[in-house]
C-alpha cells in the first residue's frame, strides 16, 4: 500500500488547512487515520474513520478537525479549522488493510506532512 499525502503548510492560529492522503495498491483499504508527531515525541492519533464511516478524534481536536473519506477513492481528507500554535507537528497518514471495520492503527504510512501555526 502507497499512500500519498498533501496540504501541509504554514497558516496563522485561527485558520484552517485540509489535509489529503490517497491510498493505493490495494481494493480494500479499512480505518484510515492520521496521526502528528511532536519533536521528541512519538506519533499520536489525531483522527481516524472507518470504511463505515465511524469516527474518532483526539479530545484536543474535537469540534475544530473534521474526518472524512472517499471509499470510491481511497481517499481521506482532515479538515483542520480554529488551528491553534500547539498543532504545530508532522501530520502523517495511516492505513489498515486488515478485514476489521473497526478503528485500528494500520501498518502503512505515508510521508509527514508538516503544519506549522503562528501565533
Known amino acids: 500500500v502507497q499512500l500519498q499525502a498533501s496540504g501541509g503548510g504554514a497558516v496563522q492560529a485561527g485558520g484552517s488547512l485540509r489535509l489529503s492522503c490517497a491510498a493505493s495498491?490495494?481494493?480494500?483499504?479499512?480505518?484510515m487515520g492520521w496521526y502528528r508527531r511532536f519533536p521528541g515525541k512519538q506519533r499520536e492519533l489525531v483522527a481516524a474513520i472507518t470504511r463505515g464511516g465511524t469516527t474518532d478524534y483526539e479530545d484536543s481536536v474535537k469540534g475544530r478537525f473534521t474526518i472524512s473519506r472517499d471509499n470510491a477513492k481511497n481517499t481521506v481528507y482532515l479538515q483542520m479549522n480554529l488551528l491553534k500554535p500547539e498543532d504545530t507537528a508532522v501530520y502523517y497518514c495511516n492505513a489498515d488493510d486488515s478485514p476489521y471495520d473497526y478503528i485500528r492503527r494500520g501498518g502503512w504510512w505515508g510521508q509527514g506532512t508538516q503544519v506549522t501555526v503562528s501565533s
Open positions: 495498491g490495494s481494493s480494500r483499504i479499512n480505518t
